[in-house]
């Protein structure tokens, strides 16, 4: 299983950091169960230098350990939840 970096590991960058809410798990969309509620903190996936190649390969399940780290508001509009 992969892991999300800690937020503190990417404030250098200069740019606001989103902070993960939720999980969502590589096999989600097969099952259509609800997204997890992270409880450490992580940095939102979206903001990784991988995450178009993330993002395409969890969409398309080809990594069924792939979870996504992901802030409410990314996942929005990503529509992923309402
Ligand atoms: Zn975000």
Known sequence: MQQGEKVSEEITSG???CK???IFY???RATSS???KL???YACDFRRSDWEHRWTEWNAHH???L???LCGDHARKLGLIE
Request: hydrophobic share 45%.
């Open 67 to 69: 979870n996504l780290f």
């Open 63 to 65: 990594n069924p350990y």
């Open 39 to 41: 409880l450490d903190e």
């Open 26 to 28: 590589a096999q989600s």
């Open 34 to 36: 609800r997204p997890v």
């Open 15 to 17: 740019i606001p950091v």
């Open 20 to 22: 993960a809410e939720f």
